[in-house]
């Protein structure tokens, strides 16, 4: 699923999406690093929820997102599994490296394999 928002009622549309969907990539709409994330979450079986924000949005929808990962601003791409802040692409690749990325998907309930 892939959400393109492009109003600042959006915000609270993506925030419901984290809540629900087990595996999810909150990114500036067009972002490449977005794409790699997305491609490195795929090469392990899960099949992350995209949500896109248009540039004039993201400083908004950081602060919902900083309510959802615990009151930390986060930066975009981020990832939540389970609903709760994951990280970004950094914590994608070194939990990837070290093999826990997997096991991590799979209690959250977000591996499609």
Do not use: Y
């Not at 949005?57 to 994951?86: I, K, N, S, T, Y």
């Amino acid at each position: 699923m892939q959400r393109r928002l492009s109003s600042a009622a959006g915000a609270a549309e993506c925030k419901s999406m984290v809540e629900e969907s087990p595996v999810v990539v909150v990114a500036r709409r067009g972002c490449c690093m977005s794409f790699v994330v997305r491609r490195l979450l795929q090469s392990v079986g899960a099949n992350p929820a995209m949500c896109e924000v248009e540039e004039r949005h993201v400083d908004e929808l950081a602060r919902h997102l900083a309510e959802a990962g615990g009151g930390v601003l986060m930066q975009l791409p981020a990832v939540f599994v389970g609903g709760r802040w994951f990280g970004g692409t950094e914590r994608v690749i070194a939990t990837l490296i070290r093999e826990e990325l997997r096991p991590l998907l799979k209690q959250a309930g977000g591996l499609w394999l």
